[in-house]
Nanobody, 126 residues
Framework: QVQLVESGGGLVQAGGSLRLSCAAS????????IGWFRQAPGKGREFVAA????????YYADSMKGRVIISRDNTKNTGYLQMNSLKPEDTALYYC???????????????????WGQGTQVTVSS
Protein backbone atom coordinates (compact mmCIF):
# COMPACT_ATOMS: atom_id res chain seq x y z
CA GLN A 1 0.00 0.00 0.00
CA VAL A 2 2.96 2.34 0.57
CA GLN A 3 6.02 3.04 -1.55
CA LEU A 4 8.92 4.99 -0.07
CA VAL A 5 11.58 7.05 -1.83
CA GLU A 6 14.44 8.67 0.05
CA SER A 7 16.26 11.80 -1.02
CA GLY A 8 18.57 14.43 0.41
CA GLY A 9 21.75 12.44 0.79
CA GLY A 10 25.07 13.64 -0.47
CA LEU A 11 28.61 14.56 0.43
CA VAL A 12 29.16 16.87 3.38
CA GLN A 13 32.07 17.96 5.52
CA ALA A 14 32.36 16.77 9.09
CA GLY A 15 30.26 19.01 11.30
CA GLY A 16 27.83 19.73 8.50
CA SER A 17 24.13 19.01 8.22
CA LEU A 18 21.74 17.20 5.93
CA ARG A 19 18.01 16.78 5.84
CA LEU A 20 16.82 13.50 4.43
CA SER A 21 13.32 13.13 3.08
CA CYS A 22 11.17 10.06 2.71
CA ALA A 23 8.36 10.60 0.24
CA ALA A 24 5.53 8.11 0.38
CA SER A 25 2.97 7.18 -2.20
CA UNK A 26 -0.04 4.98 -1.82
CA UNK A 27 -2.69 4.92 0.82
CA UNK A 28 -2.32 4.83 4.54
CA UNK A 29 0.89 6.76 5.13
CA UNK A 30 -0.53 8.60 8.12
CA UNK A 31 -1.37 5.30 9.81
CA UNK A 32 2.21 4.00 9.64
CA UNK A 33 5.06 4.55 12.00
CA ILE A 34 8.22 5.68 10.22
CA GLY A 35 11.80 4.71 10.92
CA TRP A 36 15.22 5.62 9.63
CA PHE A 37 18.06 3.14 9.42
CA ARG A 38 21.55 3.14 8.03
CA GLN A 39 23.92 0.56 6.68
CA ALA A 40 27.64 0.93 6.10
CA PRO A 41 29.57 -1.48 3.86
CA GLY A 42 30.13 -4.79 5.59
CA LYS A 43 27.81 -3.93 8.45
CA GLY A 44 24.22 -4.67 9.34
CA ARG A 45 21.33 -2.29 9.11
CA GLU A 46 21.37 0.00 12.15
CA PHE A 47 18.46 1.80 13.75
CA VAL A 48 18.70 5.59 13.72
CA ALA A 49 15.31 7.03 14.68
CA ALA A 50 11.58 6.40 14.55
CA UNK A 51 8.36 8.35 14.88
CA UNK A 52 4.80 7.31 15.61
CA UNK A 53 2.08 7.79 13.02
CA UNK A 54 0.79 10.93 14.69
CA UNK A 55 4.23 12.41 15.26
CA UNK A 56 3.53 12.48 18.97
CA UNK A 57 6.40 10.23 20.02
CA UNK A 58 9.94 9.97 18.73
CA TYR A 59 12.75 7.52 19.36
CA TYR A 60 16.48 7.85 18.77
CA ALA A 61 19.51 5.64 18.84
CA ASP A 62 21.77 6.61 21.72
CA SER A 63 24.65 7.20 19.34
CA MET A 64 22.73 9.91 17.54
CA LYS A 65 20.77 11.63 20.29
CA GLY A 66 21.22 15.36 20.15
CA ARG A 67 22.40 15.25 16.54
CA VAL A 68 19.29 14.11 14.68
CA ILE A 69 15.65 15.09 14.67
CA ILE A 70 12.97 12.94 13.11
CA SER A 71 9.72 14.50 11.97
CA ARG A 72 6.89 13.96 9.55
CA ASP A 73 4.30 15.92 7.66
CA ASN A 74 1.32 13.72 7.00
CA THR A 75 -0.29 16.35 4.79
CA LYS A 76 2.68 15.91 2.43
CA ASN A 77 3.07 12.16 2.95
CA THR A 78 6.69 12.78 3.85
CA GLY A 79 9.02 11.90 6.68
CA TYR A 80 12.21 13.75 7.48
CA LEU A 81 15.49 13.15 9.23
CA GLN A 82 17.45 16.26 10.09
CA MET A 83 21.07 15.39 10.81
CA ASN A 84 23.50 17.84 12.36
CA SER A 85 27.09 17.71 13.53
CA LEU A 86 27.77 14.88 11.14
CA LYS A 87 30.80 12.69 11.65
CA PRO A 88 32.73 10.51 9.19
CA GLU A 89 31.38 7.45 10.98
CA ASP A 90 27.88 8.54 9.95
CA THR A 91 28.77 7.63 6.38
CA ALA A 92 26.27 5.02 5.25
CA LEU A 93 23.32 4.27 3.04
CA TYR A 94 20.27 5.64 4.83
CA TYR A 95 16.91 3.95 4.48
CA CYS A 96 13.45 4.93 5.56
CA UNK A 97 10.94 2.31 6.56
CA UNK A 98 7.28 2.07 7.47
CA UNK A 99 5.41 -0.37 9.63
CA UNK A 100 2.16 -0.55 11.54
CA UNK A 101 3.98 -1.69 14.66
CA UNK A 102 6.45 0.68 16.26
CA UNK A 103 8.15 -2.20 18.03
CA UNK A 104 9.07 -3.74 14.70
CA UNK A 105 10.95 -0.57 13.83
CA UNK A 106 12.57 -0.20 17.23
CA UNK A 107 13.86 -3.75 17.23
CA UNK A 108 15.00 -3.39 13.61
CA UNK A 109 14.27 -6.88 12.31
CA UNK A 110 15.06 -6.10 8.70
CA UNK A 111 13.04 -8.89 7.15
CA UNK A 112 9.96 -8.14 9.24
CA UNK A 113 9.63 -4.44 8.46
CA UNK A 114 6.71 -3.98 6.12
CA UNK A 115 8.09 -1.33 3.73
CA TRP A 116 11.57 -0.12 2.82
CA GLY A 117 12.84 2.60 0.55
CA GLN A 118 15.85 2.10 -1.72
CA GLY A 119 18.15 4.26 0.37
CA THR A 120 20.06 7.50 -0.07
CA GLN A 121 23.82 7.73 0.35
CA VAL A 122 25.30 9.98 3.01
CA THR A 123 29.04 10.53 2.89
CA VAL A 124 30.79 12.63 5.51
CA SER A 125 34.35 13.68 4.80
CA SER A 126 36.89 14.49 7.48
Amino acid sequence: QVQLVESGGGLVQAGGSLRLSCAASGRGFSTYDIGWFRQAPGKGREFVAAIRWSGSTTYYADSMKGRVIISRDNTKNTGYLQMNSLKPEDTALYYCAADLNIMTLLSAPEKLVRYWGQGTQVTVSS
